[in-house]
Nanobody, 117 residues
């Protein structure tokens, strides 16, 4: 199983970025897919996730600015980030997990997002 995240970069405040994560090795249509982030000196936190049924959950700090989506046919998860702020600067990690009889928790390598003027 491999998760490859890409799309990070340097952006000015107010700008936009779209992160993508390609998952391979098995089907993840029954999993929850998400994006976590870790800023320097801080703990990793959930930015957004989306269930297999399409229910999305967002951190309060990104609500209204970030949109998570998934494409089960392609085993992809996306994070559209708009109106970026300085405090969105972090390494963003892709995650897929499933709980229950079949359980797993996989992480991607992370992609850096830097918001700076």
């Amino acid at each position: 199983v491999q998760l490859q995240a890409f799309g990070g970069g340097l952006v000015q405040p107010g700008g936009s970025l779209r992160l993508s994560c390609a998952a391979s090795g098995r089907s993840f249509s029954a999993s929850t897919m998400g994006w976590y982030r870790q800023a320097p000196g801080k703990q990793r936190e959930l930015a957004a996730d989306i269930t297999s049924g399409g229910t999305a959950k967002y951190a309060d700090s990104v609500k209204g600015r970030f949109t998570i989506s998934r494409d089960n046919a392609k085993n992809m998860v996306y994070l559209q980030m708009n109106s970026l702020k300085f405090e969105d600067t972090a390494v963003y990690y892709c995650n897929v997990k499933r709980r229950g009889l079949i359980s797993y928790d996989y992480w991607g390598q992370g992609t850096q997002v830097t918001v700076s003027s």
